[in-house]
């Protein structure tokens, strides 16, 4: 990178905190390289503009052209060179108009990428599509009388000819843009624009909130790169866009334009740093009602009539697997050879689907759908045809087989290897049913019991392959009709078989769940519980996806009504509850406002005063409903824009104490510094639409320094079911990508940080009831000093991830009573203790043979609901990963270990003289005995060979229990393995491998 030699000296004046001056590494390391594209990264008040300013003026130094979706952030970069100094006058320097570009010219997207409205190629090309659209769907025959229905059109009805027009030039826009040719589609003055860019010898483009680009903004500067000499783009934004509901194409093309993320600030980082405030992240579960319950059960009924058709279909003696149809299988080479000692991979994620709710064809309303959907080929019907088999011995001998669609497997690890999920899911769905599995197929090692497995995620993709490699491949006519029945059946449990596999699909039971009439009522102990803790201070904002539903399906239109899952809804249950009441709520969204009947007359004569005050012309009327009144406003400066503005400057002043409002609406762009409460009651799941949602509450509130901020989820839930953790799945997503504080002062990203007992796999701790952990995080709102504490504001944020297992031991009768088997041993074993212990045994070992540099620090710190995390200080991430692996195998359950290890308990029996003496005496005449209690595994590092096992078996000894190893895989050994494996002395409990910050 050379710097414009022309270039001014410019100076920051201020300090760059820790966070930006990681930015500034990582991109001076890259310009280093050569790169041309940064992209960064950074939540909201993390300093983005600041960072993007220091980058041009110290680095760089090139005439740069920064862009922003509005005016007002437009105008933010140019007030933030004051924190620059420079031997050039700042007017020199800062321009924000597009005729006369400077060394930093900041204009907004929308200034250099208007395409042209209507001209004649553009209107011409627009109207050849629609006549194509309208032959295509059958409602012209040819373009001639295409032609006459567009022509009748406009003269009958204009204004929604001119709509149509309009959506078809944007499509032409589109496919030119798509095309690569979007430059040429701008306005004359766009045009204009970027050619005195050139001339002002624009070398550094900066994109603030850059996720935008995903559409035509991104197109237009794609191609319009080509106009700049060799310029180096910086991309700038809080929530990188994913390619959920997005084109393709065009996500692809943001990919390349701005290359991968080269640095993500964490928004723990910001808050270390101070420029955040700090916040705990809580969940509240709830019961679907018993209406809904019913419709959930349903799903059940429905998944047992599936399996039923598949397990008891009618099968003859001919019965084949169609290996037959298409390619003959062939055996598929493997360069090794299946080992012994091979790992059995855990079955993982047993929670539910997720919705996959589709936009709606921009054009149906012009023109209905009549087009048939293509049929599937299939092969041609045989007249009595053999029959696939029915589920379960086609299963049994697809996995003795090891057959997979065309190709067969010579080993269970290369069989494994081509489907893990189906090969886990198969060996599963036989041993919850009690059906022995072939010799060779080792069981699948799961870490919950059979018993609580959920179905969904095991019965799915082992309806899915029966589907696609067997009965749709069938020549019989019925098995094809069974494959339809099966695909059609699924499709109302959420899952969609296509030709290449399953997807989530829209599914009656998830929207039940998510949109549950028990959500809105859950805001009544949450926001007692606050209000309780924060006084006239609180102010709770609860964001919903929508005013009122508009798309409710008709197999739930008797459950939910349109004010479902809604703001009105929530609105409903606050002006109800004489207690929330006091918050005197209003409702904010883009077509309504709704106040509180005991704030009006108050709300009436604020509003007219900020109004007159602002310089806005509008006049309010309020109508009267039960418990609210709806305000409405005429004037020619009322509108959303306004209303919202107005509205949040009377909650930040304390006149409502508590918004109901949509995401739309109080998402991206909208701030209140005063936030201490949200409550998340969307069902988005998008990473950067999850991120915009919970960086409303990040904010610093200058008058209140010690501000920390609870965000809450509501989930609805009903493990008992098939489908009763949808919603639950979809809280797991929600939280995939965020980062939050824990109860051991630690920084962990998803749902674990909440509370230890919320897994990706299910919700631990939920036998019978949700109440515990409900009260465990309603308890939690009144510590809020003490969540402030365990972010230790002030100290510097490690980047770097330390590897943790977090675990909860499982004890069993037969350890009750006992002692740990050492002189002096006067404590039975806690969780902490048999942790630490083990541990150590385990980190001392891998110390002796080298594989640790030098003797680490075990901890082991409890967490609530019985839950331990055990980690190593001061370690690699490379060492801990190491570590935590096979502190796992040692505590968790056998999976064909190379060595077992027993763990001995020590238990004291009486005698009956010792029960005639005094205690002082009559201890010293009782009798004890060592007994073994649980067998355990030697982890697979330390059990290379026998030398690393006695290293191991050392100090096992010294610091669990006495005993010596055992080669579990044939002889002897493998016989006490089953034994104990029969007598319940393998380990069990609830472990978690997981990836912690400090």
């Not at 924190?83 to 597009?98: Q, Y």
């Not at 047992?304 to 019965?319: C, F």
């Not at 991206?668 to 915009?692: C, F, H, P, Y």
């Not at 002796?848 to 609530?864: G, H, I, N, T």
Request: hydrophobic letters at 40%; glycine letters at 6%; charged letters at 25%.
């Amino acid at each position: 990178m050379t710097p414009d030699s022309s270039f001014p000296s410019i100076r920051f004046r201020g300090q760059l905190r820790p966070s930006q001056l990681q930015v500034r590494d990582v991109a001076e390391k890259q310009l280093a390289q050569g790169e041309r594209q940064l992209h960064i990264v950074a939540p909201p008040g993390s300093g983005k503009t600041v960072v993007g300013l220091y980058l041009w003026a110290e680095l760089i130094k090139r005439p740069a052209l920064v862009l922003s979706p509005n005016s007002a952030i437009q105008s933010q970069w140019a007030a933030r060179t004051d924190l620059f100094e420079s031997n050039v006058p700042v007017s020199m320097m800062v321009s924000t108009d597009a005729n006369e570009p400077k060394l930093l010219t900041s204009l907004t997207y929308q200034a250099v990428t208007l395409p042209r409205r209507g001209d004649d190629g553009l209107d011409h090309a627009a109207m050849s599509l629609w006549e194509d659209r309208l032959i295509e769907k059958g409602q012209a025959q040819d373009p001639a009388e295409a032609k006459v229905w567009i022509r009748d059109l406009k003269r009958h009805n204009r204004d929604y000819y001119d709509q149509r027009l309009s959506a078809y030039r944007k499509q032409v826009r589109d496919e030119a843009g798509l095309a690569g040719q979007s430059f040429e589609m701008l306005h004359q003055s766009c045009l204009q624009t970027w050619k005195k860019l050139r001339e002002a010898n624009v070398g550094l483009l900066i994109l603030d909130e850059c996720h935008h680009l995903v559409g035509h903004w991104g197109r237009v500067l794609s191609d319009a790169m080509e106009s700049l000499d060799d310029a180096i783009v910086i991309g700038l934004t809080a929530t990188p866009p994913d390619g959920d509901g997005k084109i393709p194409a065009d996500f692809e093309r943001y990919s390349q334009f701005l290359g991968p993320i080269d640095h993500d600030v964490p928004v723990p980082a910001v808050v270390r740093d101070g420029f955040l405030a700090p916040y705990q992240d809580l969940a509240y579960f709830v019961r679907p009602s018993e209406a809904e319950l019913r419709f959930v059960a349903q799903a059940d009924d429905h998944l047992q009539e599936i399996l039923e058709r598949v397990t008891n279909k009618p099968a003859d003696e001919t019965s084949v697997t169609p290996s037959a149809v298409g390619p003959t299988p062939v055996e598929t080479a493997e360069a090794e050879a299946e080992v012994d000692e091979q790992e059995v991979p855990l079955l993982h994620h047993l929670g539910g689907t997720d919705a996959v709710y589709q936009e709606e064809d921009p054009f149906a309303e012009l023109i209905p759908e009549s087009v048939p959907q293509p049929i599937e080929e299939m092969p041609a019907a045989v007249d009595e045809a053999p029959r696939v088999k029915a589920l379960v011995p086609w299963l049994l001998e697809t996995l003795e087989t090891r057959r997979h669609a065309t190709s067969t497997f010579k080993t269970w690890s290369s069989f494994h290897r081509r489907d893990p999920e189906f090969a886990d899911a198969a060996r599963v769905f036989l041993q919850v049913r009690k059906i022995e599995l072939p010799a060779d197929v080792p069981p699948a090692v799961i870490e919950v019991p059979l018993e609580e497995v959920p179905p969904i995620p095991v019965v799915i993709p082992v309806l899915d392959r029966y589907v696609r490699h067997a009965l749709r491949r069938s020549a019989n006519a019925e098995d094809r009709a069974l494959a339809e029945k099966v695909i059609s059946g699924l499709r109302m449990l959420g899952v969609q078989i296509t030709e290449t596999g399953c997807q989530a699909c829209a599914s009656p039971v998830g929207r039940v769940l998510a949109y549950s009439s028990e959500k809105a009522k859950a805001l009544v102990p949450i926001l007692t519980t606050e209000m309780a803790a924060l006084g006239d201070t609180i102010r709770a904002v609860v964001v919903t996806d929508f005013e009122k539903s508009s798309a409710t399906i008709s197999e739930v239109e008797h459950l939910l009504s349109s004010e479902a899952g809604g703001a009105i809804a929530a609105f409903r249950v606050l002006v109800s509850d004489p207690k929330l009441d006091e918050l005197d709520p209003v409702l904010v969204t883009g077509s309504s406002v709704l106040v509180d009947d005991d704030l009006a007359e108050r709300f009436a004569a604020a509003a007219k005063e900020w109004l007159a005050n602002a310089g806005f012309e509008a006049t309010l009327t309020f109508q009267e409903e039960v418990g609210f009144h709806v305000v409405s406003g005429s004037g020619r400066d009322w509108c959303p824009r306004v209303y919202v503005e107005m509205i949040t400057e009377l909650f930040q002043r304390g006149l409502t104490k508590c918004l109901v409002g949509t995401r739309g609406l109080l998402g991206e762009g909208w701030d209140a510094n005063k936030i201490n409460v949200l409550i998340d009651l969307t069902t988005v799941t998008t990473s950067m639409t999850v991120r915009q949602l919970r960086g409303r509450s990040f904010r610093l509130d200058p008058v209140v320094p010690e501000k920390l901020a609870n965000n809450w989820d509501v989930v609805c839930i009903a493990p008992e079911f098939s489908k009763g953790l949808d919603d639950y799945a979809r809280f797991i997503k929600k939280h995939q990508n965020i980062f939050g504080v824990t109860d051991d002062a630690l920084i962990e990203k998803g749902v674990g940080h909440v509370h230890p007992a919320l897994t990706d796999l299910r919700p631990e701790l939920l036998e019978g009831s949700v109440r515990e952990l409900n009260r465990d995080m309603l308890g939690r709102v009144a510590l809020r000093q003490e969540t402030r504490d365990l972010w230790k504001i002030g100290t510097p944020y490690q980047g770097e991830p330390s590897h943790t297992l977090e675990l909860r031991v499982h004890e069993t009768p037969r350890e009750e009573g006992g002692f740990p088997p050492f002189t002096g041993a006067k404590e039975p074993w806690s969780s902490d203790s048999l942790v630490q212990a083990v541990g150590e045994a385990i980190a001392r070992t891998m110390v002796d043979l080298k594989l640790l540099k030098s003797p680490p620090e075990v901890v082991a710190r409890p967490r609530a609901g019985g839950y331990v995390r055990v980690m190593l200080e001061d370690a690699t991430a490379e060492d801990s990963r190491m570590f935590v692996t096979a502190l796992h195998e040692a505590l968790g359950p056998l999976n064909r270990p190379r060595y077992i290890i027993p763990r001995k308990l020590k238990f004291v029996r009486t005698t009956w003289l010792s029960r005639m003496l005094p205690h002082v005496l009559g201890q010293y005449l009782e009798k004890s005995e060592d007994r073994t209690v649980m067998v355990h595994a030697v982890p697979n590092v330390l059990a290379k060979n026998k030398e690393t096992v006695e290293v191991y078996e050392r100090y096992w000894n010294e610091f669990v229990s006495p005993g010596f190893p055992v080669f579990a895989l044939r002889g002897d050994g493998e016989g006490l393995m089953r034994d104990a494996l029969k007598k319940g002395m393998s380990p069990a409990g609830d472990f978690h491998e997981k990836e912690i910050f400090r």
